[in-house]
């Protein structure tokens, strides 16, 4: 009994009496090299120890909305250091402009409202993403000099700035209720699941909920865990195994690939971007059902799209319907003839690509997917009536089709060493130009089975990831129900063992270099 | 109203966490050549060494890990970082006392007579004072104003497309005058991608040192490569000089092929309008053709060229410095010991150099340590090639680069790339040649993962990338020029 009674002892001394104060600190402390993301070791204990204190405040919803705002402001510090501030500046004009827009008359002084919200929370995002950008496009068309700023981006500045803008939007829409102070309005803005990688959650879908008691149903707890449990093994087991091993290499140095390597890795990144902003999504969604908050999905198995129409209905949700309603139809939408329409689709893609980063790449990006949404609309028109689109095998050659368009368009977001010279002449496409060349004129199809087989993790990582994506939702669904109906062992087990799952792969060996073309 | 259930989600994540921590305890496993990380959910904040101090202070906790966790711990104390013992090589003690290898030892007995600059590895020059040191070629540069100074750099993958010798050019280049961007083989799979200069061509067939089949040894060469023509091949070069402007033009361009009495002629269109013939006849084991002037791009066609073979084409200056990049993707140099004495000799008539760096390793270092008997045989013989058909020309062996393989501590110096870095030296050593040390230029271990955060490596850990090369250009041209200036 003694010694069992010392073992355990020993136990504690070794878990517990390595810490070292000052590393632990330092991990509590801002990073800029680690951001605290829902995949981390840190992020399960600060969880924890954030979800035993949220149960305890359940029913005193003053000391819970400021705890939680607190936490939710020391979540972004971890990422982005004393730039919290910026939240905290957004939150206040806006919750401001709110109340003056509520008891504003005119329909003049309502604009010039929403004006100043727009200049405010646009004006942030502009300087602190773009300046650098558009200085030198400015360069490059007036020949003037620009020397870029050291400007840092804070993390998740256009998702917070969206949410915002939707809140102010909304009451100048009169869609909603602006909120009964500025704490509840913090912690709108502020919430940390969606705080620094969305989804952009609207104030009209959030706001009711706060003034709701916080319950957490049977359903929202077993879902939950699934969302967080699948969108780790998305995030940090897919997407982070198959980026480093394969996907990053292929894209940081495409010469070293044949061309079959060069389009497994587009084929690649096309789930690696999935899994990991997907991924990343459900973790958001799964905490927050377990804090007793829904969110809407954000992403609906996107490459099953039949159309670059379908495709933005299933990618990003949160984004392309924020666009949609906020950008698209403030522009004029389809009110105002077909050619406006067009126009307002490309005007809103471009600037959706550039929403995503402030670089040649992601404009071009957003142009091929509004080029693309206005040649299907075209598409539309002309072929209503033709009994051909609605045969099944040409939804299957469109889901084909379409999902070569996005991973091409992948290649395009992926690659940001594009310069304006590639707008004009054949040079400046940077690693993009060689990765089309590699696969056009290096293919070297005899070389997939000695490729699959020397990266057979890789491989089969990607596979199975596209193999889930393309089940049938109904099946996924009785997945996700049969997991909920299980006992709550259950779900801690799952999550042990994607926890181990995750730190396997996260400290696995890498796979060593290897050329199949020499 | 539905059940509340917000009180389950803290049972939950704490009862797995409680589990997670548990799981520290357990042994190591392994299933067939895979072995399962330790669960430490706390490595983070937990210090190595709280961790020996608990240890060796508590004989309970030391019998409890000695009894589930002996594999590990062992595993753990092996420092990384010692330099594995040769076969064949004798232990010596430092000044310190520290245990070293004799290679160690002669390599710092050395570098203690040479003047050192602050954060400049040095090149350790093991020749005493025979030809084949680096003071030839030190003394050339000291007259690069008069004459061209030519550099060969003979590598693996780390240099393809002109990666790193691009930079170092144009950092001697600005120094001691010249442009151009060397010799290029008439095709290569980076051609069309460099930096450096933009190569067209048509009409060849290559066959490479690599190649399984194919390559036939009384055509190898000091590049690795060959081809041969069909009627009417060509082959363009027109110098980028974006990146790095002095490779943007030059003095004059020659056409190497081998010796052998063809009737065929080539032609040289320089700037896409002057058009100059020669025979392709020659009495040398290795023939070129020359044009000269202000040349920004510059055609060579062959016209029945027969069962001729061919080598490459350069941009080259008159005087200054001119650097050759012979990088073959895959190889270890083992064709440099099969090169024929007559091309070898030829070749450097054709293009006399006056440095040659041999700089291989990746293809060969591995996960383990291995003695490198039969990679230290093979570059011996290269060398002593070199040494004896390429009299008076310097040879500077490079040591691998940083690779770095992840384990459960982290990032570490793959163990088979500081053995490697030891039997280089030992080469070296036994060929009486200059050593560089490019791996403790870099920062030692750890310096490759630092390169990939910054951009300038690849996410393989071993591949560098333009920045990253102009980086590493810096180092070995500071280490040239401190021995320049101190010769």
Same mark, same amino acid.
């Given at each position: 009994?003694?010694?069992?009674?010392?073992?355990?002892?020993?136990?504690?001394?070794?878990?517990?009496?390595?810490?070292?104060?000052?590393?632990?600190?330092?991990?509590?402390?801002?990073?800029?090299?680690?951001?605290?993301?829902?995949?981390?070791?840190? @992020? &399960?204990?600060?969880?924890?120890?954030?979800?035993?204190?949220?149960?305890?405040?359940?029913?005193?919803?003053?000391?819970?909305?400021?705890?939680?705002?607190?936490?939710?402001?020391?979540?972004?510090?971890?990422?982005?250091?004393?730039?919290?501030?910026?939240?905290?500046?957004?939150?206040?004009?806006?919750?401001?402009?709110?109340?003056?827009?509520?008891?504003?008359?005119?329909?003049?002084?309502?604009?010039?409202?929403?004006?100043?919200?727009?200049?405010?929370?646009?004006?942030?995002?502009?300087?602190?993403?773009?300046?650098?950008?558009?200085?030198?496009?400015?360069?490059?068309?007036?020949?003037?000099?620009?020397?870029?700023?050291?400007? @840092?981006?804070?993390?998740?500045?256009?998702?917070?700035?969206?949410?915002?803008?939707?809140?102010?939007?909304?009451?100048?829409?009169?869609?909603?209720?602006?909120?009964?102070?500025?704490?509840?309005?913090?912690?709108?803005?502020?919430?940390?699941?969606?705080?620094?990688?969305?989804?952009?959650?609207?104030?009209?879908?959030?706001?009711?909920?706060?003034?709701?008691?916080?319950?957490?149903?049977?359903?929202?707890?077993?879902?939950?865990?699934?969302?967080?449990?699948?969108?780790?093994?998305?995030?940090?087991?897919?997407?982070?195994?198959?980026?480093?091993?394969?996907?990053?290499?292929?894209?940081?140095?495409?010469?070293?690939?044949?061309?079959?390597?060069?389009?497994?890795?587009?084929?690649?990144?096309?789930?690696?971007?999935?899994?990991? @902003?997907?991924?990343?999504?459900?973790?958001?969604?799964?905490?927050?059902?377990?804090?007793?908050?829904?969110?809407?999905?954000?992403?609906?198995?996107?490459?099953?799209?039949?159309?670059?129409?379908?495709?933005?209905?299933?990618?990003?949700?949160?984004?392309?319907?924020?666009?949609?309603?906020?950008?698209?139809?403030?522009?004029?939408?389809?009110?105002?003839?077909?050619?406006?329409?067009?126009?307002?689709?490309?005007?809103?893609?471009?600037?959706?690509?550039?929403?995503?980063?402030?670089?040649?790449?992601?404009?071009?990006?957003?142009?091929?997917?509004?080029?693309?949404?206005?040649?299907?609309?075209?598409?539309?028109?002309?072929?209503?009536?033709?009994?051909?689109?609605?045969?099944?095998?040409?939804?299957?050659?469109?889901?084909?089709?379409?999902?070569?368009?996005?991973?091409?368009?992948?290649?395009?977001?992926?690659?940001?060493?594009?310069?304006?010279?590639? &707008?004009?002449?054949?040079?400046?496409?940077?690693?993009?130009?060689? $990765?089309?060349?590699?696969?056009?004129?290096?293919?070297?199809?005899?070389?997939?089975?000695?490729?699959?087989?020397?990266?057979?993790?890789?491989?089969?990582?990607?596979?199975?990831?596209?193999?889930?994506?393309?089940?049938?939702?109904?099946?996924?669904?009785?997945?996700?129900?049969?997991?909920?109906?299980?006992?709550?062992?259950?779900?801690?087990?799952?999550?042990?063992?994607?926890?181990?799952?995750?730190?396997?792969?996260?400290?696995?060996?890498?796979?060593?270099?290897?050329?199949?073309?020499? | 109203?539905?059940?509340?259930?917000?009180?389950?989600?803290?049972?939950?994540?704490?009862?797995?966490?409680?589990?997670?921590?548990?799981?520290?305890?357990?042994?190591?496993?392994?299933?067939?050549?895979?072995?399962?990380?330790?669960?430490?959910?706390?490595?983070?904040?937990?210090?190595?060494?709280?961790?020996?101090?608990?240890?060796?202070?508590?004989?309970?906790?030391?019998?409890?890990?000695?009894?589930?966790?002996?594999?590990?711990?062992?595993?753990?104390?092996?420092?990384?970082?010692?330099?594995?013992?040769?076969?064949?090589?004798?232990?010596?003690?430092?000044?310190?006392?520290?245990?070293?290898?004799?290679?160690?030892?002669?390599?710092?007995?050395?570098?203690?007579?040479?003047?050192?600059?602050?954060?400049?590895?040095?090149?350790?020059?093991?020749?005493?004072?025979?030809?084949? !040191?680096?003071?030839?070629?030190?003394?050339?540069?000291?007259?690069?104003?008069?004459?061209?100074?030519?550099?060969?750099?003979?590598?693996?993958?780390?240099?393809?497309?002109?990666?790193?010798?691009?930079?170092?050019?144009?950092?001697?280049?600005?120094?001691?005058?010249?442009?151009?961007?060397?010799?290029?083989?008439?095709?290569?799979?980076?051609?069309?991608?460099?930096?450096?200069?933009?190569?067209?061509?048509?009409?060849?067939?290559?066959?490479?040192?690599?190649?399984?089949?194919?390559?036939?040894?009384?055509?190898?060469?000091?590049?690795?490569?060959?081809?041969?023509?069909?009627?009417?091949?060509?082959?363009?070069?027109?110098?980028?000089?974006?990146?790095?402007?002095?490779?943007?033009?030059?003095?004059?361009?020659?056409?190497?092929?081998? !010796?052998?009495?063809?009737?065929?002629?080539?032609?040289?269109?320089?700037?896409?309008?002057?058009?100059?013939?020669?025979?392709?006849?020659?009495?040398?084991?290795?023939?070129?053709?020359?044009?000269? !002037?202000?040349?920004?791009?510059?055609?060579?066609?062959?016209?029945?060229?027969?069962?001729?073979? @061919?080598?490459?084409?350069?941009?080259?200056?008159?005087?200054?410095?001119?650097?050759?990049?012979?990088?073959?993707?895959?190889?270890? !140099?083992?064709?440099?010991?099969?090169?024929?004495?007559?091309?070898?000799?030829?070749?450097?008539?054709?293009?006399?150099?006056?440095?040659?760096?041999?700089?291989?390793?990746?293809?060969?270092?591995?996960?383990?340590?291995?003695?490198?008997?039969?990679?230290?045989?093979?570059?011996?013989?290269?060398?002593?090639?070199?040494?004896?058909?390429?009299?008076?020309?310097?040879?500077?062996?490079?040591?691998?680069?940083?690779?770095?393989?992840?384990?459960?501590?982290?990032?570490?110096? $793959?163990?088979?790339?500081?053995?490697?870095?030891?039997?280089?030296?030992?080469?070296?050593?036994?060929?009486?040649?200059?050593?560089?040390?490019?791996?403790?230029?870099?920062?030692?271990?750890?310096?490759?993962?630092?390169?990939?955060?910054?951009?300038?490596?690849?996410?393989?850990?071993?591949?560098?990338?333009?920045?990253?090369?102009?980086?590493?250009?810096?180092?070995?041209?500071?280490?040239?020029?401190?021995?320049?200036?101190?010769?």
């Amino acid at each position: 009994m003694d010694n069992l009674w010392q073992n355990i002892l020993s136990f504690f001394k070794l878990q517990f009496g390595t810490i070292d104060p000052a590393l632990l600190l330092h991990q509590l402390a801002y990073d800029e090299k680690s951001p605290l993301i829902f995949s981390s070791g840190l @992020f &399960l204990f600060l969880f924890a120890i954030f979800i035993v204190i949220y149960t305890l405040l359940q029913h005193k919803s003053l000391p819970r909305t400021l705890f939680v705002v607190a936490f939710s402001y020391f979540f972004y510090y971890k990422s982005s250091g004393m730039y919290f501030f910026l939240i905290a500046i957004v939150t206040c004009s806006d919750y401001i402009i709110g109340e003056f827009l509520t008891v504003a008359r005119s329909r003049t002084a309502r604009k010039l409202l929403v004006a100043l919200s727009l200049a405010i929370d646009l004006g942030l995002l502009a300087y602190f993403k773009y300046t650098n950008f558009f200085g030198q496009m400015w360069s490059g068309i007036t020949g003037a000099p620009w020397h870029n700023l050291d400007i @840092f981006l804070p993390v998740g500045i256009s998702f917070f700035t969206f949410q915002s803008l939707s809140y102010i939007i909304d009451i100048y829409r009169r869609k909603i209720k602006p909120v009964d102070n500025l704490l509840d309005y913090a912690f709108y803005v502020s919430f940390f699941p969606q705080l620094v990688a969305g989804p952009i959650v609207r104030a009209s879908d959030f706001l009711p909920q706060i003034y709701k008691p916080v319950v957490v149903t049977r359903q929202m707890l077993g879902q939950g865990f699934w969302f967080i449990i699948t969108g780790l093994f998305k995030k940090a087991v897919i997407s982070d195994f198959i980026s480093i091993n394969f996907v990053d290499r292929v894209f940081d140095n495409p010469i070293q690939f044949s061309g079959i390597e060069n389009l497994l890795g587009a084929y690649g990144y096309g789930l690696q971007i999935y899994c990991d @902003f997907s991924g990343y999504s459900d973790m958001a969604i799964g905490l927050a059902l377990l804090m007793g908050f829904r969110f809407n999905i954000n992403f609906n198995n996107p490459y099953k799209a039949v159309s670059v129409t379908d495709f933005w209905r299933r990618w990003h949700i949160s984004l392309s319907t924020w666009l949609r309603d906020y950008l698209y139809i403030s522009l004029g939408g389809n009110r105002k003839g077909k050619f406006r329409q067009y126009l307002n689709l490309f005007i809103t893609m471009l600037l959706g690509g550039l929403w995503h980063g402030a670089a040649l790449n992601f404009v071009l990006w957003g142009a091929m997917h509004g080029l693309a949404l206005i040649i299907h609309k075209l598409w539309m028109t002309l072929s209503q009536g033709w009994q051909l689109v609605t045969a099944k095998w040409w939804n299957v050659l469109m889901t084909i089709v379409t999902f070569h368009f996005v991973i091409f368009a992948w290649m395009l977001f992926r690659n940001p060493d594009i310069t304006w010279s590639a &707008l004009t002449g054949s040079a400046g496409w940077g690693n993009l130009g060689i $990765m089309l060349s590699q696969i056009t004129h290096s293919f070297k199809p005899e070389l997939l089975p000695d490729v699959v087989a020397s990266y057979w993790q890789v491989m089969m990582l990607i596979a199975i990831g596209y193999i889930l994506h393309f089940i049938p939702d109904s099946f996924s669904q009785q997945c996700k129900q049969a997991f909920v109906r299980m006992p709550v062992a259950v779900y801690i087990l799952a999550l042990i063992v994607m926890i181990v799952i995750i730190i396997q792969v996260k400290t696995s060996e890498i796979h060593p270099f290897i050329y199949f073309q020499f | 109203m539905e059940k509340d259930y917000l009180k389950k989600v803290p049972l939950i994540v704490l009862t797995a966490i409680f589990v997670l921590l548990a799981m520290y305890w357990i042994p190591p496993l392994a299933v067939g050549g895979w072995h399962m990380r330790k669960i430490d959910l706390l490595a983070d904040v937990r210090s190595d060494s709280a961790v020996n101090q608990l240890i060796a202070s508590d004989s309970t906790l030391a019998s409890v890990i000695m009894a589930s966790d002996s594999t590990a711990l062992n595993d753990d104390k092996m420092p990384d970082s010692v330099p594995p013992v040769l076969e064949g090589s004798h232990l010596t003690r430092d000044k310190s006392g520290k245990l070293i290898t004799m290679e160690d030892s002669i390599i710092n007995a050395k570098a203690e007579v040479t003047e050192t600059r602050s954060g400049v590895t040095s090149i350790i020059d093991m020749s005493n004072g025979a030809p084949c !040191g680096m003071s030839s070629f030190y003394n050339a540069l000291a007259m690069a104003s008069g004459r061209p100074v030519r550099i060969a750099v003979i590598g693996d993958s780390f240099i393809e497309g002109d990666i790193m010798t691009s930079k170092l050019r144009e950092l001697l280049q600005q120094r001691f005058g010249g442009k151009g961007v060397g010799y290029l083989p008439i095709t290569s799979i980076t051609a069309g991608f460099s930096r450096t200069c933009k190569q067209t061509f048509s009409g060849w067939t290559q066959h490479k040192a690599v190649d399984r089949t194919g390559y036939v040894d009384t055509y190898n060469n000091i590049t690795g490569n060959y081809f041969n023509a069909s009627n009417g091949a060509w082959v363009s070069l027109t110098g980028l000089g974006g990146h790095y402007p002095l490779a943007g033009s030059c003095n004059s361009s020659s056409f190497y092929f081998l !010796g052998g009495a063809g009737s065929g002629y080539v032609t040289a269109v320089v700037n896409g309008t002057d058009s100059t013939y020669f025979p392709l006849s020659t009495a040398s084991t290795v023939g070129h053709a020359t044009v000269h !002037g202000n040349i920004k791009t510059v055609k060579w066609m062959v016209r029945d060229p027969g069962n001729m073979v @061919f080598l490459g084409a350069s941009m080259d200056c008159d005087n200054g410095v001119i650097v050759d990049n012979f990088a073959m993707r895959s190889s270890s !140099g083992h064709h440099l010991s099969r090169v024929p004495a007559s091309t070898m000799n030829a070749f450097n008539q054709a293009r006399h150099y006056d440095l040659v760096i041999i700089m291989y390793g990746l293809n060969v270092a591995g996960h383990n340590n291995s003695a490198y008997t039969a990679y230290c045989k093979t570059v011996t013989a290269a060398i002593n090639n070199i040494k004896s058909n390429m009299p008076g020309t310097s040879v500077l062996v490079v040591g691998c680069s940083d690779r770095e393989e992840r384990t459960s501590t982290g990032w570490h110096t $793959m163990k088979g790339v500081l053995g490697l870095i030891q039997a280089q030296k030992r080469v070296a050593i036994d060929c009486n040649v200059a050593f560089w040390d490019l791996y403790s230029a870099m920062g030692g271990e750890g310096s490759i993962v630092k390169m990939v955060r910054n951009g300038e490596a690849s996410k393989d850990y071993t591949h560098i990338t333009y920045k990253g090369g102009d980086r590493i250009a810096r180092y070995l041209y500071d280490a040239l020029m401190l021995g320049y200036d101190n010769r």
